[in-house]
C-alpha cells in the first residue's frame, strides 16, 4: 500500500491510495463528508432519543476522522458513546500525524489519543467516548449480533472493495444493528439500496456531502 497525503476542497487532508487510485474521503472537502453522512446523518439520528449510552460500530478505521468527529459530537451533547472500528491496516504515526485535522478542528491532543490507544483494548478517552479499535478485516471480524445503534460503514468504493459491498458482508453487517439501528454510508448505488432492502431494511437516499449528489442511511424495523 502506497499512500499520499491530498488537501481537498475544503482545506483538510485526505489520503490517496496510489495502489488503489482511491482517496480515504471526498476530494470535494474530507471533514464536510464525514460531518455530513456520519454525524450529521448518523449519529444525531439518536443524540437525544436514547436513554443511556449509544453503541457505533464503524468498517474502515482509516485517518479515524470519523472517530474525532464522533468523540467532539459526543462531548458538545453530552452523550456517552461506545465506538468499536475495525481496520486491517493501521496508518504508521509519521503519516497519521502529518494529516491537518488537529490544526483545523483545533483537537491535537484528542486526534494523537485516538491513534495512540491500544489495538484490540477499550479504552476510556473521554467521558463521553470509550474507544474499541479492532485490528481486523470486516471477513475476519466477529462483531456481536444485534449490540450496536449504528454503523459507519466506510470501506473504500465498491468499484475498488467490492467484496465489501457483496450481500454476504452486508447481512454480517446489519445482523449487528439492534432494532431501530442505522446503517449510514457515502455510498448510494443501485445495487446496495436493493441489498439493503432484501435484508429487510427501511432505505432512504438522502442528500450527500458537497460534490455528491446522494447518500444512503438504512434503518432495521
Known sequence: MSLEIITTADGSNSLRDTTLDETYHSVHGAIQESLHVFIENGLMSFIGKLKGEISILEVGFGTGLNALLTMQCARAHRQKVNYTTLEPNP????????????????????????????????????????????????QEARPEAGSFDIVYYDAFAPSKQPELWELPMLEKVVATLRPGGVFVTYCAKGQLKRDLRDLQLK???????????????????
Open 91 to 138: 496508518l504508521s504515526e509519521e503519516i497519521w500525524s502529518a494529516l491537518n485535522y488537529p490544526v483545523t478542528l483545533n483537537h491535537a491532543n484528542e486526534y494523537g489519543s485516538i491513534h495512540r490507544s491500544p489495538w484490540q483494548v477499550g479504552t476510556t478517552l473521554d467521558p463521553y467516548f470509550e474507544l474499541l479499535k479492532v485490528r481486523t478485516t470486516l
Open 203 to 221: 432505505v432512504e437516499t438522502l442528500p450527500g456531502p458537497p460534490g455528491k449528489k446522494e447518500m444512503v442511511r438504512a434503518t432495521k424495523s
